[in-house]
């Protein structure tokens, strides 16, 4: 079979000899033990600064950011030409304060402990626009589901900062459903019920570890789980189910369904107010379909609110309205709940994101759903993931590759050495937080395969070779199918971060063997340089 990208398929027969590289891919990852298919290396002693290379704020909003380090610990922060109004704590490498004037700041950070040092340039943009890379972070409906507990989620926050996640990037920590009690406060906002005691100390203490604090709502009379939501028939804020006892301790209502509604009056105004001093980071706004009404309102209410606040919008946005969740929020589900079956997965991943390339980008982030690896559950029993390790490698290197934001939906403080690592490769991590914010385009399908291709702001390439068939396929590419003109293109292995090969020729074919429901993912480079060209170059 021929294809336009020079896409080469050979069925193999001798799998095990074939493809070594994660062995047994059809087993399924409720395996008791999954370490013997880590292949992201451990990271090294000395000080490496991981995460995103820009950061954006607006101006005079409260500035938060923990510089994401590996490296033993104790370690001492440096950060040359910060903007006037950021401080940096040099024991924590957590940048606190505000900026008033808008503008680019280059950064150079640095980090220092008793085997080495390591430095990286950082930009602080300060404008209109922030999410200038995918959020990244955690959410508590895919282990706990509506059980989730002030007390599950602080715990979660301290295993992201414990576990080394958070020397990654990974940054959010947001509460899902089922917090909501009753209407009350100074504002007549939505107050926790009796698992959320201290909702504002719980904030304070997300942000004295660096990371950042997210709540969830909707702008209907109840939520899916059966709490109240941002609107009420009501004008005082009370709800007849409520009133009439027909909820539980935790004021859930058994009829959910009956609620899904936008209620007479909306009370939005009132909980922003709330959120805002409890210092939300983060808005989960979640009811189908979305409405532009809605949207702007919220949108509005959280611009004035004094703070940044993301508003991710959930679930399945409806492709027409694009250009509106592109201009109100910064993030959008674009596909209902994502469940850790092979079909479910792969079919949002790879049949659901193509046609939102077009509104992706630094401040808008179309979002595939959450990531179902490690301990998932919904409720008060998980189990591990049922994607097998190869399904799993697929899963995140392609939420990678499309920029979808990246959210945990695990319980990280039970979190294995195999899930950790599928979280924890830099590299993997930089293709999704590059600062070009594209969204990669499928360059080659076929009935088993599909291979897509992102371009990087330092001109290189991110490559995923995808197998979607349940026996060993070989996949490869030519620099020029890449839309490469230049010969001497390395090819490195990103999960295993080692160098596989050299190209001289634009036509030289690379390939590969792809695991069944796996993929290989690669960074073919210098990619597109800016050096002149002199002589013939047509080849």
């Known amino acids: 079979m021929k294809y336009p990208v020079l896409l080469y398929l050979i069925l193999q027969s001798l799998v095990a000899v074939v493809v070594p590289q994660v062995s047994n891919a059809q087993e399924k990852s409720n395996a008791t033990d999954m370490s013997q298919y880590i292949l992201t290396p451990e990271a090294p002693d000395t000080p490496r600064i991981n995460g995103p290379e820009i950061y954006g704020e607006r101006p005079g909003r409260p500035f938060l950011f923990r510089i994401p380090v590996t490296g033993v610990r104790p370690m001492t922060f440096f950060a040359r030409n910060l903007p006037k109004g950021l401080n940096l704590d040099e024991a924590t490498g957590i940048i606190t304060g505000k900026v008033a004037k808008a503008g680019t700041y280059n950064v150079r950070l640095k980090a220092t402990n008793r085997l080495g040092s390591c430095e990286k340039n950082f ?43 958070a020397d990654y990037g990974w940054s959010y920590i947001n509460i899902d459903d089922g917090w909501q009690g009753k209407r009350g406060g100074k504002y007549n906002a939505i107050m926790p019920n009796g698992k959320f005691p201290d909702i504002a100390g719980l904030s304070e203490e997300i942000h004295a570890m660096g990371l950042k604090f997210g709540i969830y709502s909707t702008p209907w009379a109840g939520t899916y789980a059966g709490h109240i939501g941002g609107s009420c028939d009501n004008q005082d804020g009370t709800y007849d189910w409520i009133k009439s006892g027909k909820h539980n301790e935790n004021y859930r209502y058994d009829h959910s369904r009956e609620h899904w509604y936008y209620g007479k009056y909306d009370l939005s105004s009132n909980d922003v107010k709330q959120w805002a001093e409890w210092g939300l980071d983060y808005l989960k706004y979640d009811w189908d379909p979305n409405d532009e009404y809605s949207t702007e309102t919220m949108s509005d209410l959280l611009s004035s609110s004094g703070r940044d606040i993301i508003l991710s919008l959930s679930n399945s946005a409806p492709f027409a309205g694009a250009p509106c969740w592109m201009k109100y929020a910064e993030c959008w589900r674009t596909t209902g709940d994502i469940r850790d079956e092979w079909k479910n997965m792969s079919g949002i991943g790879f049949h659901g994101q193509d046609r939102w390339a077009p509104y992706k980008g630094p401040g808008h982030w179309p979002d595939a ?8 559950g919904w409720g008060d029993e998980t189990h591990q993931s049922r994607l097998t390790a190869d399904e799993q490698y697929t899963h995140i290197s392609l939420w990678a590759l499309l920029a979808s934001p990246l959210l945990i939906g695990c319980d990280i403080a039970d979190m294995d050495d195999f899930t950790f690592s599928l979280l924890s490769n830099n590299e993997v991590i930089g293709v999704n937080q590059d600062p070009l914010g594209v969204q990669a ?19 290189s390439i991110a490559v995923g070779l995808f197998n979607l068939s349940s026996t060993p396929r070989i996949i490869g590419f030519t620099p020029k199918s890449l839309g490469i003109s230049d010969g001497n293109q390395t090819i490195r292995d990103l999960w295993r971060q080692k160098n596989m090969a050299v190209i ?18 690669v960074r073919v480079l210098p990619g597109i340089t800016g050096e002149r060209k002199l002589g013939r170059y047509r080849k």
């Open 441 to 459: 385009s499928k360059i080659a399908e076929s009935d088993s395969c599909i291979v897509y291709a992102k371009p990087l702001e330092d001109g």
């Open 369 to 376: 759903d959450m990531l179902v690896v490690g301990q998932v």
């Open 504 to 521: 001289t020729g634009v036509k030289e074919k690379w390939e590969i063997s792809v695991a069944p429901h796996g993929v290989e993912l």
């Open 123 to 165: 930009r602080i943009v300060i404008g209109d626009r922030i999410a200038l890379t995918p959020p990244m972070g955690w959410n508590s409906w895919n282990c706990w589901g509506n059980t989730v507990s002030q007390k599950k989620v602080l715990s979660s926050a301290k295993a992201m900062v414990d576990r080394g996640l």
